[in-house]
């Protein structure tokens, strides 16, 4: 009796999960199309090849700018052999799970990444995985000084395991669940808030996240926290994103580097800055950047 009383008060009432679960294709709001319990691919489809070296498979998400940002960062210092088409993988169309972007990458996630100076191409997927190729490819943006390589690897790792609960949490369930779940929004809001602070702290004596030294920690983490600082989800008021003032800082900081706003706009498919292909850098010509 107490568990029938108590399940009146689940979302939806009187819910209580089966003994075993089954997939219900149509739950799942805006995500139903895209998301299921099993990998692989669904239809066949070749990734197209463009001319130079690297060839990247994106979205401009969080973590498709990561990559992005990291590539025109070094164009930009002079690693011309850095030069990448970037091509749309639009998620919601299920591009990712045509044949030839799951075997770069089984997982069915963007950025994917071929190395085409490599026979065969050399195939990389995750993106704190991407930058540390890229960043010990080139020799930039990794420091070699034990303390500071060690710091930002720190942070890098701590974006890598943190984000989900600010993207898959607190993001999805603040603003695009189908209906708004109060005791998710807190327990999410509440560790996304923590993790604000631990920023914030962390940035109030250091210019960037491994010290004096801009690295591939503050290129993984600027998307997804100073996006939240400058309007992901439209959720400053409700996070109170003034009170953290140091972040704010750094967040404009990396957000004034030319190669940052050129890196963030591609492959973007919402918002009024859209370079949804990357073939050249005259590409960006058409932007008042």
Do not use: C
Not at 155 to 175: C, E, I, N, R, T
Not at 206 to 214: I, K, M
Not at 259 to 286: C, S, W, Y
């Amino acid at each position: 009796m107490a568990d029938t009383d108590e399940s009146a008060n689940n979302q939806p009432a009187g819910y209580v999960p089966p003994e075993v679960w089954t997939w219900d294709q149509t739950n799942g709001g805006q995500f139903a199309n895209i998301n299921r319990p099993i990998s692989g691919a669904t239809h066949e489809r070749e990734l197209p090849v463009g001319e130079h070296p690297l060839q990247l498979y994106s979205l401009g998400t969080p973590n498709g700018q990561k990559v992005t940002i990291l590539l025109e960062e070094l164009l930009a210092a002079g690693h011309a052999d850095a030069e990448y088409d970037a091509w749309l993988i639009e998620i919601g169309k299920g591009d990712q799970f045509g044949s030839g972007f799951v075997t770069i990458n089984p997982n069915s996630k963007i950025p994917a990444l071929a190395d085409h100076t490599l026979d065969p191409p050399l195939r990389l997927f995750e993106s704190g995985s991407i930058l540390v190729y890229l960043a010990e490819k080139f020799g930039a943006f990794l420091p070699t000084e034990p303390r500071a390589r060690a710091e930002t690897f720190n942070w890098l790792m701590w974006q890598m395991g943190s984000a989900p609960f600010v993207g898959g949490g607190f993001g999805h369930f603040y603003a695009y669940a189908p209906f708004k779940i109060q005791y998710a929004i807190d327990r999410y809001a509440m560790e996304t808030k923590r993790q604000l602070h631990v920023l914030d702290t962390h940035l109030a004596d250091r210019t960037y996240l491994a010290g004096d030294t801009y690295t591939i920690a503050d290129i993984a983490v600027w998307p997804w926290y100073g996006g939240i600082l400058t309007g992901a989800y439209g959720a400053q008021t409700f996070l109170s994103v003034a009170d953290y003032p140091n972040l704010a800082r750094w967040t404009d900081l990396i957000g004034a580097r030319p190669p940052v706003k050129r890196g963030r706009i591609v492959n973007r498919i919402m918002g009024e800055t859209q370079l949804r292909e990357r073939h050249d850098a005259h590409d960006f010509d058409v932007f008042d950047l």
